[in-house]
């Protein structure tokens, strides 16, 4: 997170805005797992921004993965329920791991995920301060996911998704953190 103070003939350090960093380090970048840099896009609100933090829990409230990657830096324990706590100005785009039918299959680098497909597959939610956007219109929404590391420490992927409301592409490098 880049930090900006004003700069002059003065000592107004007191001033000058402190840079907030991640409870969790973000995820090395690698050529498996790049740098988080979602972009995301809300129709219905004009909102549009890029995430450059992720957190990512683990078999928690029956998803294999819950993948919270915001606009600002986010605590462990902002996303210690399903929905995240988004403070106001903030987004989270939320992207959950699920099966809609069968039994889940492992996550495994190069596993493909189509939206709303039988088996093993994934669902977006925006979280834009305290309001939540989801599916719009499910003959409008569409979108693909490419798991590119996903072990005991990290999930990383790659998401394009469009629901009519919200739309979101991009990588995602999440470091998981407790339940």
């Known amino acids: 997170m880049l930090a900006l103070a004003a700069c002059g003939g003065g000592d107004d350090s007191a001033d000058a805005p402190v840079p907030t960093e991640p409870a969790e380090p973000p995820a090395a970048a690698t050529a498996d797992c790049p740098a ?34 915001a606009d600002h830096a986010s605590e462990p324990s902002a996303v210690s329920s399903f929905y995240p706590t988004v403070p106001a100005g903030g987004n989270v785009v939320l992207v959950q791991f699920t099966t809609l039918s069968g039994e889940p299959a492992p996550y495994e680098p ?70």
Not at 120 to 138: K, M, N, S, Y
Not at 156 to 173: M, Q, S
């Open 36 to 69: 988080t840099q979602l972009a995301f896009t809300n129709h219905e609100t004009g909102t549009s921004g890029t995430a450059t933090a992720a957190l990512a829990t683990a078999d928690r409230m029956g998803s294999p993965y819950l993948a919270y990657a």
């Open 110 to 179: 190069g596993m493909q995920l189509e939206w709303g497909q039988p088996g093993p597959t994934f669902l977006v939610i925006h979280v834009e301060g305290d309001q939540r956007f989801q599916t719009a219109d499910e003959g409008q929404t569409s979108g693909t996911l490419t798991v590119t590391a996903a072990d005991a420490d990290v999930l990383c992927f790659e998401v394009d998704y469009r629901d009519g409301t919200v739309e979101v592409a991009g990588t995602v490098a999440a470091p998981i953190v407790g339940p």
